[in-house]
């Protein structure tokens, strides 16, 4: 996989993931149904193809619950986190692949909207 194809595949998965999040049920819905754990999980497997290991953001078994109707569902607290946590990971990533020089030398100062503080402050 060329360089170009590898950064479309980035791309890819970080819309997916962002679609995901932007239909997320709002409340009073608690749950999140197993179909969009299933888009969900899809791109993180494009993330798991170029090499990242995203295994600690995919929804385990144990984390599946059963209504009375049989049909499966994710607590939807648990799935914002892990969803979130997979987009601020995709994003250090990214930055790291694009090789932007901040993230080079400490990622995790580099997050939109966040700013740790410095070595030597």
């Not at 997320?24 to 608690?30: G, H």
């Amino acid at each position: 996989m060329n360089e170009q194809e590898r950064a479309d595949k980035l791309r890819r998965a970080f819309v997916k993931l962002a679609g995901v999040k932007a239909n997320v049920p709002k409340p009073p819905n608690i749950v999140v149904m197993m179909a969009q754990v299933a888009v969900y999980h899809d791109a993180l497997n494009h993330l798991e193809a170029l090499g990242f290991d995203v295994e600690e953001f995919k929804i385990k078994a144990h984390q599946i619950d059963s209504g009375t109707s049989g049909e499966k569902y994710v607590d939807r607290y648990l799935f914002l986190t892990l969803l979130d946590a997979a987009l601020l990971y995709f994003e250090v990533q990214q930055r790291l692949f694009e090789g932007d020089p901040a993230a080079q030398q400490e990622p995790w100062l580099t997050v939109s909207g966040f700013k740790g503080p410095r070595r030597g402050e």
